[in-house]
DNA sequence: ATGGTCGGCAACCGA
């Protein structure tokens, strides 16, 4: 069985819900999975993802801020919510498909939505920075995140880190700026080695490519300027590094009206 | 070197 995955930072699902059903009739995944929901959960456009063929959810949101979820055409045999830094802000959603979806060797997928960390990069000044990179190392040290040699994981969604010199567009220009400073590059890399995951995007297009999946908002002409980051990532256990068949960033979503600052990111991996 | 734009939700906070 193939499964296809896509992660995508929606920025309000409620008002980009059309935005959604296009990508999905278009693209089709098996599992969406959404941060920046800004959605309570009783608020989440569950009927029209049903309609669509998304029958089975994983929500946790919050009024106004933040919050992931988990969307899908299969089953799910479970879910869980983590928290970090002592805080319930709605940052991950993890699910494992299993029997239900017909899978003899079950598959946990995480959903992340890392802090941004505010403008300064200095964790002294700015405790959104301080938050930031605390949330980093409680996830290096978070033994869930850890699978064994033969354990299939997989973790996805918008870590806001740019991590690789050409996951931004210009690595001198943004050395200093939040995303791409040095110490939460590496603390997302202690994140991944702790790990043992697989930077599926990487593994297909190596450096020096450049490689995005955010543009500002701010740019007058987003496309031209074209001053990017790779800030949405897909990770797979090693179990599963021989088994992802492609990677699709889908840039043209950017250019839709009233769009998300972020792309889907899709994957697909052989079951 | 600076300021530039969004969305939620009703004044700013978070990105």
Not at 116 to 135: C, I, M, Q, R, Y
Request: glycine share 6%; proline share 6%; aromatic share 8%.
């Amino acid at each position: 069985m193939r499964l296809s995955l896509t992660t995508w930072n929606i920025n309000s699902v409620r008002l980009r819900i059309d935005l959604v059903a296009r990508f999905l009739k278009a693209a089709r995944p098996d599992v969406l999975c959404l941060q920046e929901t800004k959605c309570p959960d009783d608020a989440f456009p569950l009927k029209r993802l049903k309609r669509l063929g998304y029958v089975h959810a994983a929500l946790s949101g919050q009024k106004g801020y933040h919050g992931v979820a988990v969307v899908s055409r299969l089953p799910f045999d479970s879910f869980t919510v983590e928290s970090f830094c002592g805080k319930n802000d709605c940052r991950h959603v993890e699910v494992t498909f299993g029997d239900r979806a017909g899978l003899r060797d079950p598959v946990t997928i995480h959903n992340f939505y890392v802090p941004a960390g505010g403008d300064e990069p200095d964790p002294d000044v700015n405790v959104k920075f301080a938050h930031k990179l605390s949330f980093l190392d409680e996830m290096r040290s978070l033994a869930r995140l850890h699978p064994n040699g033969s354990q299939r994981a997989i973790l996805v969604g918008d870590l806001n880190v740019a991590p690789l010199e050409h996951d931004v567009w210009s690595h001198k220009q943004m050395i200093g700026v939040v995303s791409h400073t040095p110490i939460e590059c590496e603390k997302l890399t202690a994140v991944q080695k702790a790990g043992n995951w697989i930077d599926v995007a990487r593994s297909f297009v190596p450096e020096p490519a450049k490689l995005y999946t955010w543009w500002s908002y701010r740019a007058a002409d987003w496309r031209a300027a074209d001053r990017g980051r790779r800030l949405d990532h897909v990770w797979v256990s090693p179990a599963l590094g021989d088994r992802v068949s492609a990677i699709k960033i889908a840039k043209d979503a950017r250019g839709w009206e009233r769009p998300s600052d972020h792309v889907p990111v899709t994957t697909a991996i052989e079951l």
